[in-house]
């Protein structure tokens, strides 16, 4: 069947893409080139490169690149050892510490496919991830080790062997028996040569799960060759501020989160960076992590740039070394934004992505232009074209909301055994976001929410980020949350949850006032809540579904 619409998406793309290259800042390439690599040799070249210079930072400790590697060949061939082959699947749950990096660059020297999972989760949710992926073993923390014995003993599981990882802080006695290892014990024993693993940069390396919580887990597939683009781009995106070489990354978001992956180990294999670990990232902690050890890169959420705004201690804090901060996963209010950059120095630069698109599709330049309330422009090498919500097949005009559609090498081409979703998801080489936006003639893109976020009142379509965005404007707020409720009358009513400045007062009739001026009456929300701070994933994102469960629990 012919699709003349195809067309219509690289003439959109070849009509703005000039337009959008000619605003990168100097020296950041147009057509990247990636090395045809895999990922064990770009980490192998650092180790040959600066042998002697630090790569792990956690709490008091540090790990030089050679030191580094000597444990992850140990810990390759203690798995080797327990039977793990290229190809298996490993699990791992584990927080911000020197064991999961080990971990990562083990599997990359195996060819083994790292299956990171949140060792917050549920035995159920893991459960899942378990056993959509096939994963035969997990590495785990040892207080949470009791969920992956569990799946070990579960004869409806594919789990064969689990691997406990003991540290200062995270210590906790664990049942001892058949297929349950310490990290220690087998990293100590076994020899820390090179694995001779034959690997290719087509190999898979990672299934980065996304929609986990509810029950239907999706893998995205991952390649080494995938990842390296990232690592290209991402790395080069900052030159102009922080050569690549130099980086001294704050890792406070999850590793096991695609951002906290790409936005640390990942661009730290390009020219031998160092990688600061934060495995509890309170306010307090960061402060004092920064303080202590300079990073200069830092990969956040608007959260924890929020939380070091507000820390008592900053007016008294150097927090200067950070020059460039990526901030994702939701809008950073401007005012914010320029009193961190204020206070750092630094330049925060918004961006968007998926776990689909190895963390991103979009980001703000650090120096040339940047706008707020944008997620960015376009990325090197990256097509992307909005296209009507019903039929994803009419190119919308520049200015126009639509769905984002997406190609580039970062691109996913399926997700793991899930032939049904893929083809929903990927179409013809495009990627459909189910984000709804708009680009703009500069190519800088402005999202407006997920279409399944979407609230539909009297039959009007609204974006919660559009009542979001409006709060975010009003001296007196610090964060604002929106979303649908049921209501017999016009479908869905909009609920705006509100977080004040400390110290400020506000009523409900001032919230409806201030957004009668700046929104159609339609979009106006009917109820507002004051609370004290808005629910949150584990990266950090809003947590919508958590204040519409709330709601629905209390119609009934």
Known sequence: MEKPWLKDFEDDVAKWRPKWEALYDEGVPCKP???DVPMRERFLRCVDMVPDKTYLIWRDSKLTYKESNKICCQLANALLELGVKKGDRVAIMLPNVPPYV??????????????????????????????DSGSETVITIAPHAEKAVAALKDSGSCVKRVVVVQLPGYEKEVEQGEGIYDYDAIVNSAKDSEPDVELSPSDIVRLQYTGGTTGVPKGCVLTSEMVMTQQVRTSEWFRPGVLP???????????????????????????????????????????E??????????????????????????????????????????????????????LTGGKIVEGYGMSETINVLTLNPMFRMRKFGSCGMVWPDTSLVVVDVETG???????????????????????????????ETVRDGWL???????????????????????????GFNVYPRD??????????????????????????????????????TMTPEEVFSYCREQLAPYKVPRFVEFIDAVPRTSVGKPDRKVLQAQELAKMK
């Open 33 to 35: 080139v990636y090395p």
């Open 432 to 458: 459909y976001t189910g984000d709804i936006v708009y680009i703009d003639e500069d190519g800088f893109i402005f999202i407006m929410d997920r279409k399944k976020d979407m609230i539909i009142v009297n």
């Open 245 to 287: 070489e130099n980086f001294i990354t704050l890792c406070a978001i999850p590793m096991n989160h695609i951002y906290g992956y790409n936005g640390n180990v990942n661009i730290c294999m390009y020219e031998g960076g160092t990688i600061v670990l934060v495995d509890v990232p309170t306010p307090d902690v960061l402060l």
């Open 393 to 423: 097949t009419k190119v919308m005009p520049r200015g126009e909301l639509g769905e984002l559609i997406a190609k580039g090498p970062q691109n996913i081409t399926d997700y793991w055994n899930k032939p049904d979703e893929t083809a």
């Open 467 to 504: 009542i979001d965005e409006v709060m975010f404007s009003h001296p007196k707020v610090v964060e604002a949350c929106t979303v649908g409720i049921p209501d017999e009358k016009q479908g869905e009513a909009v609920k705006v949850f509100v977080v004040m400045k400390p110290g400020e």
């Open 102 to 131: 080990m971990a990562i660059h083990a599997l990359f020297k195996i060819g083994a496919i790292e299956v990171p999972c949140n060792h917050m989760y549920t035995a159920v949710e893991l459960g899942n991830q378990f056993k």
């Open 289 to 342: 992590t920064i303080t202590k050890h300079k990073p200069n890169i830092f990969a956040a959420v608007p959260a924890m740039i929020i939380g070091l705004v507000n820390h008592p201690d900053i007016g008294k804090s150097d927090i200067s070394s950070l020059t460039g901060i990526f901030s994702g996963s939701a809008p950073l209010a401007v005012s914010t934004l320029q009193k961190f950059e204020e």
